[in-house]
């Protein structure tokens, strides 16, 4: 299983960018996907959740309305889109496959997923 995350780089504060992960090996639109952030010395966080063949999808608050996860099957592809981007958005950015939905809203726990891509850096600025 091989997850690889792009789209990364040096955005304005309120602007926007997508990140890609392609993934291979499994059927991303038939598992739990996330995706999560770490900024150095802190906890990775999960940012969002999505599981497309059952039509699931949550947020943690502070992405929520301005974040949207989507599934592409063809592709299988996951996407973020982030929009009205924060400094604090400032993070590296990784996508992660799991073992399966748990009853959200609830955190996003990276105990839950199993695979790993190495991440793309998003960095925020003035």
């Known amino acids: 299983v091989h997850l690889t995350e792009s789209g990364g780089g040096t955005v304005a504060v309120g602007g926007s960018a997508t990140l890609s992960c392609v993934v291979s090996?499994?059927?991303?639109?038939?598992?739990?996907m996330g995706w999560f952030r770490q900024v150095p010395g802190k906890q990775r966080e999960g940012i969002a959740a999505?599981?497309?063949?059952?039509?699931?999808?949550t947020y943690v608050d502070s992405v929520k309305g301005r974040f949207s996860v989507s599934s592409d099957a063809a592709e299988n592809t996951i996407y973020l889109q982030m929009a009205s981007l924060k400094s604090e958005d400032t993070a590296m950015y990784f996508c992660?496959?799991?073992?399966?939905?748990?009853?959200?809203?609830?955190?996003?726990?990276?105990?839950?997923?199993?695979?790993w891509g190495q991440g793309t850096q998003v960095t925020v600025s003035e």
């Open positions: 992660a496959a799991g073992k399966t939905w748990r009853e959200y809203p609830r955190r996003i726990d990276t105990d839950d997923f199993v695979h």
């Open positions: 999505i599981y497309a063949a059952a039509e699931k999808i």
């Open positions: 090996g499994l059927n991303s639109h038939r598992t739990v």
